[in-house]
Structures are given as C-alpha cells and as structure tokens.
C-alpha cells in the first residue's frame, strides 16, 4: 500500500510511524519535518499528504502534529479525504470500519511507540463497512464537503 505521511516536528513517534509502516511493507512517501527542504507548517504538510490520497498517489495518509487536531483539519479540508484523529485501537478501528477514514491523524505528544502499533494494528485490519446507513453517512460527509452552502440542512425558521 502507497502511504503519504506528514509531520510538523521531528519526533521519535514520527520516525517510529515511518519505520515501522515500512516494516509492514508499504512504500512511504513523507512531508514536512521528516523531508528535508519541505515546509513543515502543519497546515501545510498535512494539505500535501491528504492531496496525495485525493489524487490516487496514495492509498492512505497519515497526518501528524503536536495534538493531531490540526493535520486532521487541514486534511479534511481537502475533497475526498475523510481523516480521523485517533488516540487509541478502538477509535482507528471504528474510523476505519464506519467512516471509511483514508487519513489517520495521529498526535504526536499522546501517542506512544506500543500505542502507535496498536493503532496501526487496528487500522490496518478494520474494512470499511457495507451497512447501508454507514455507507449513506460517508456518501454524504463526501457530497457534502463539496458544495459551496456545505450541503446541510436548510436552516430552521
């Protein structure tokens, strides 16, 4: 699997994620502060990693800062990237199995090498599911995101 991952600092968690995804066999491509020469601004890095699922150059991102929270904005912002900040296997799984997540967002402060693997595990093993109200709830988080009004629900009187 082709896997963009980006991060705003280079800590030992990034460099673990890295190694450890290309351990499992993926070929890595990375942004920001684990690619020298790159802008490392989290918004910046994040955008580039998420364009690369959005394009078909990866199959998945992994977005990285301090608290996960602003590489997993800056990737939702780009159309067709679903991206889930998780702190733990259940989260990555549940991200995976109901929301068809393409990104995971991960922090850099709260994650652990042991979790980080755990997540990676849950992630990894989770199959998007085929229920019919999971798959209407990411038709329309997908549809949605692309319109100029946002697509929600006419405001109330």
């Not at 038709?139 to 100029?148: E, F, I, K, Q, Y």
Request: net charge negative; glycine share 8%; aromatic share 4%.
């Amino acid at each position: 699997m082709r896997i963009s991952v980006s991060s705003d600092m280079d800590e030992p968690v990034a460099r673990s994620l890295v190694a450890e995804l290309r351990q499992r066999g993926h070929e890595v491509t990375t942004y920001g502060a684990l690619s020298p020469g790159d802008d490392p601004q989290w918004a910046v890095c994040s955008t580039a990693a998420a364009r690369e699922v959005a394009a078909g150059t990866a199959d998945q991102a992994v977005v990285c800062c301090w608290t996960g929270t602003g590489a997993s904005i800056a990737a939702n912002k780009v159309p067709g990237v679903r991206a889930a900040l998780c702190t733990d296997a259940y989260t990555a799984e549940g991200a995976r199995r109901w929301n068809d997540a393409n990104a995971l967002a991960l922090s850099l402060r709260l994650t652990s090498e042991p979790v980080l693997k755990e997540i990676l595990d849950a992630w990894f093993a989770a199959e998007p599911s085929e229920d019919e109200t999971d798959r209407r709830n990411v038709t329309l988080v997908s549809t949605t995101a692309d319109t100029p009004d946002g697509g929600g629900p006419a405001p109330r009187a």
